[in-house]
C-alpha cells in the first residue's frame, strides 16, 4: 500500500540535542498523527492534528500540521535516553467512515550517551 | 500500558496449526482493525471492524480469518500459515469510525511460524 515520505530515515544524537523530523505526501490530508514505537511494543499516540496549520505540544515534543495538509513536521527538544525508538506518521483522510491510516515509513532514532 | 489488550504475547505455530489471537478493549471504541507488521516498517493494514461487523477486507488470504464477538473483542484466526507470515500482529481501536478520533494500538502478538 501507500506509504509516505518520511525523513531521516534514522538520526543518531546525542543527549540534551534537538530533533526534527518530516512527512510528506503527495495527497492532502486532513487528520496527521504522530506516534513512537518501541521495541517489543505497539506505536503508542504522541500528537494529534486535526486541522492546516495546527501547531501542538506534548510536553517537549510538538508537531504542526503543514498548510499545504500534506506535510507534517515533529520536533523533540532537549533529548533524552527515552526518546529511543521508531517514530511514525500516519495521515488519514476522514471523509466517510473506516478511514484508514497512511503510515511513514519511520525514523529511528538512536541516543548517544 | 495501553488500553488495548492483545493475547499470547508471542506464538510460535508449525503451518499445520490453528490458533487464534485476541484482541480486547473496554474504551467503548466502535471501530477495531488488524494490522501486520515486519521488522524495520510500518504496520499494514488487514481488516477493519465498524460497529462488529466487517467494512475492509484489504485483500488478506483466507487463512486469516477475523471475528468480532461483540464491541469489545476482535480475534484473529490462524490456520495453514506460511512462513512469510511471520511478524508482529497489532491491534488497534478507534472510538468512531467515522469519525477523525485516532487509533490507539495493543502490544502486539509476536507470531513465528516453524
Known amino acids: 500500500g501507500q506509504q509516505l515520505n518520511q525523513s531521516p530515515q534514522s538520526m543518531f544524537i546525542q543527549e540534551g540535542e534537538d530533533v526534527s523530523m518530516n512527512c510528506t505526501s503527495s495527497?492532502?490530508?486532513?487528520?496527521w498523527l504522530w506516534y513512537k514505537q518501541e521495541p517489543g511494543e505497539g506505536p503508542v499516540l504522541l500528537i494529534a492534528?486535526?486541522?492546516?496549520?495546527e501547531l501542538t505540544s506534548n510536553g517537549r515534543l510538538t508537531a504542526q500540521f503543514g498548510i499545504t495538509r500534506k506535510d507534517s513536521f515533529l520536533n523533540i527538544s532537549a533529548s533524552i535516553p527515552s526518546d529511543v525508538g521508531i517514530y511514525f506518521c500516519a495521515g488519514q483522510r476522514v471523509n466517510f467512515g473506516n478511514e484508514k491510516l497512511t503510515f511513514g515509513t519511520g525514523t529511528r532514532l538512536t541516543i548517544i550517551p | 500500558d495501553t488500553e488495548v489488550t492483545q493475547t499470547p504475547k508471542h506464538l510460535v505455530m508449525g503451518m499445520t496449526n490453528k490458533k487464534s489471537l485476541k484482541c480486547e478493549q473496554h474504551m467503548g471504541h466502535r471501530a477495531m482493525y488488524w494490522y501486520k507488521q515486519k521488522a524495520k516498517k510500518p504496520p499494514e493494514l488487514m481488516f477493519v471492524?465498524?460497529?462488529?461487523?466487517?467494512?475492509i477486507n484489504e485483500s488478506v488470504p483466507s487463512r486469516f480469518s477475523p471475528e468480532c464477538p461483540n464491541s469489545s473483542l476482535l480475534n484473529l484466526h490462524l490456520h495453514a500459515l506460511q512462513p512469510e507470515d511471520s511478524a508482529l500482529y497489532l491491534c488497534a481501536s478507534s472510538l468512531n469510525p467515522a469519525g477523525p478520533q485516532p487509533q490507539h494500538f495493543g502490544d502486539g502478538t509476536r507470531l513465528s511460524i516453524l
Open positions: 492534528l486535526y486541522k492546516a496549520g
Open positions: 471492524y465498524s460497529y462488529e461487523k466487517l467494512s
Open positions: 495527497s492532502i490530508f486532513n487528520t
